[in-house]
Structures are given as C-alpha cells and as structure tokens.
C-alpha cells in the first residue's frame, strides 16, 4: 500500500524559514520523481518544486526560485522543502507527490500560514 505523508507546517512570521518533510512508502521511492505543490485558499493547486529520482536535478516555480530548496534522502525515503524568507503569499497546504510507474501518488497535505 502506497503511503505519502507530509510534516512540517505550522505557522512563521514573514521572513521566517520551515523545512516540510515527505515520508513515502509502498513503491520504489530511489526510482520517483518528487513534487512539492500547494494550494492558497480559493486558488488552483500550483507546482512549487520537483527533484529527479537521484536528486542530480531540481526545478523552481520562479515564484519560489532562490527561497526554496528542495532535497532528498533516498535511503530514508524521504523528500523535503526548505522554505526560508517567507512571505504571506506562500500560505497554503503544501502537498507532496511521487510520480512513479505512470502513477501519481498524493500525502493529505500540510499546512503552512505566514503572518505576524
């Protein structure tokens, strides 16, 4: 059974920084493309990063690119989000997704508020 959970969220001050964690299980987590999206109230779920199965290669949504890091622990299972400079913008449930074999698999989300 495939397991995606996401932990880290919680409320920041802007400007403040938070590491998100995603544990997955259930499939061959060295050999997935991992995606971090999120979702503002009343707005469309949006891509913010993505690593390649290795970690040799990542991408940004320019809204993110240069605050954002994202990373992986293969021998952990284990993608995460480090999130600094923080703005009130960034508020969201922030989603982790593994894409592997032609399937997306989906964590329940966590939630991330900026405000002082």
């Known amino acids: 059974q495939v397991q995606v959970v996401e932990s880290g969220g919680g409320l920041v001050q802007p400007g403040g920084s938070l590491r998100l964690s995603c544990v997955a299980s259930?499939?061959?987590?060295?050999?997935?493309?991992m995606r971090w999206y999120r979702q503002a109230p009343g707005k469309e779920r949006e891509w913010v990063a993505r690593?390649?199965?290795?970690?040799?290669?990542?991408r940004y949504a320019d809204s993110v690119k240069g605050r954002f890091t994202i990373s992986r622990d293969n021998a952990k299972n284990t993608v995460y989000l480090q999130m600094n400079s923080l703005k009130s913008d960034d508020t969201a449930v922030y989603y982790c997704?593994?894409?592997?074999?032609?399937?997306?698999?989906w964590g329940q989300g966590t939630q991330v508020t900026v405000s002082s």
């Open positions: 690593i390649t199965s290795t970690g040799g290669s990542t």
């Open positions: 259930g499939f061959t987590f060295s050999s997935a493309l």
């Open positions: 997704n593994a894409w592997w074999a032609g399937y997306d698999y």
